[in-house]
């Protein structure tokens, strides 16, 4: 709330206000994207033990599994995206999941591993790298 992750016009204009007096700006790629000089922002990335999973290593014998996981909620249209995904389960023979807490990164991977389609953000604010 103190950084105004749920409010996101509010979140850039605060970015926009510091940015005047900063030399440099240091910070992950998803924390400096609201930054406008990009001359100033000098991305760090925290490298993770790469995800490898192939379509032939997934298990097409059961139910299909969508999920979404998001980062953040309000940021990602989770708000949007639950409902089609609880409407899609009663219509379809699919499973869904939807995270709803921080989770340590190894979970993440597996839920990654083991769903067939992954969604991560519709909202059009941000697009994340876990689809990627």
């Known amino acids: 709330k103190n950084f105004f992750c749920n409010k996101v016009d509010e979140k850039i204009a605060e970015v926009n206000y510091f940015e005047k007096y900063a030399d440099y700006i240091f910070g992950p790629p998803d924390t400096v994207s609201y930054v406008k000089d990009k001359k100033k922002v000098h991305k760090y990335i925290i490298p993770g033990k790469a995800i490898n999973t192939k379509a032939g290593d997934k298990n097409f014998n059961g ?44 979970r993440i991977t597996k839920e990654l591993i083991d769903s067939h389609i992954i969604i991560d953000s519709l909202a059009g604010y941000i697009f994340g790298t876990l689809s990627l």
């Open 63 to 106: 139910r299909i599994r969508i999920s979404h996981l998001p980062s953040n909620p309000l940021l990602k249209g989770t708000h949007i995206i639950e409902p089609v995904l609880i409407k899609l389960a009663e219509e379809e023979d699919v499973d869904i999941f939807i995270k709803k807490e921080m989770w340590p990164r190894e």
